[in-house]
């Protein structure tokens, strides 16, 4: 069992930036691909980020060149760093861990809500 807890979310204007953490409880993290999720009011949730086990990362095309995804396997923590936020990144961000295909994750964390105003 692995337990995620998402911490970092606010309110912040266009442009700005934010670094999400998501901690993860269990000795096993650094066996699990890692992502980050949203959902937008009225919208499915959809794929943001991940890291694989062997620090491979991946991004949707939307968030490419302004968002960074990173994990500290000593800290049990994956981090989303978001620069030039944008409206439309408003959403609850969600953490995601995965023993196998990080888009079927096992876990999710509570999520984390992010509002970019204009």
């Known amino acids: 069992q692995v337990q995620l807890v998402e911490s970092g979310g606010g309110l912040v204007q266009a442009g700005d930036s934010l670094r999400l953490s998501c901690a993860a409880s269990?000795?096993?993290?650094?066996?699990?691909?890692m992502g980050w999720f949203r959902q937008a009011p009225g919208k499915e949730r959809e794929f943001v980020a991940s890291v694989s086990r062997s620090g491979d990362t991946y991004y949707t095309d939307s968030v490419k060149g302004r968002f960074t995804i990173s994990r500290d396997n000593t800290k049990n923590t994956v981090y989303l760093q978001m620069n030039s936020l944008k409206p439309e990144d408003t959403a609850v961000y969600y953490c995601?861990?995965?023993?196998?295909?990080?888009?079927?994750?096992?876990?999710w964390g509570q999520g984390t809500q992010v509002t970019v105003s204009s």
């Open positions: 995601a861990a995965s023993g196998r295909l990080i888009l079927a994750p096992d876990y």
């Open positions: 269990g000795r096993t993290f650094s066996s699990y691909h």
